[in-house]
């Protein structure tokens, strides 16, 4: 149900991206994920994904996440995403959906400070704590009323010790979390097939 429309607006024959199977939840052993994607599609942006009741909520960051306390980045809603996505990265082939490169920019665990995962969805106000290989403390992510629309939200560096109010970490650190790999080797090593599925 959930991943209804992640499956409508792909072709699973022509891009590598995972079909994902519903529910299908964390590892045990694993506490809930979270990945950010970095997305080279028609425009440069970060993917927010968080584990919530067996898919990844995923929100579109055009500007990416900040470590300064701050940047409000504007994060827009999106479809749910299969669990199986946060180990995508490789390339979306031309013509399709979200075509274009994404990079595991950062992954890891997260834990919520306050309240239930579905309930603060509901209530459109996470507090998150991170724990990835970039992005670590407390975030928050609030949906707004910005223009009437339900799905825009603002992600928001807490103050804490691991705030960095200097350096732009987007900048620093632009390589994939996973694998090392920068946007142009991602690229030129899995767009010679239509997948990322070596053959
Ligand atoms: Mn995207």
Known sequence: MSLKSYKSKRDFAKTGEPMGKEDKGH??????VFTVHKHQARRLHYDLRIEIGGVLKSWA?????SMKPGDKRLAVMV???PY???DFEGTIPEGEYGAGTVMIWDEGNYALSEGGAEEAIERGSL???LNGTKLKGGFALVRTRMGGKDENWLLIKEKDSYADTAA???ETKPNSARTGRTMEQIRE????GTTNHHE
């Open 27 to 32: 590892e045990k052993g694993r506490g809930p």
């Open 61 to 65: 960051v055009p500007k990416g996440p």
């Open 79 to 81: 479809e749910d995403h």
């Open 84 to 86: 199986d996505y946060k």
């Open 127 to 129: 507090k998150l704590v």
């Open 168 to 170: 732009d970490i987007l």
């Open 189 to 192: 090593e899995t767009a010679r």
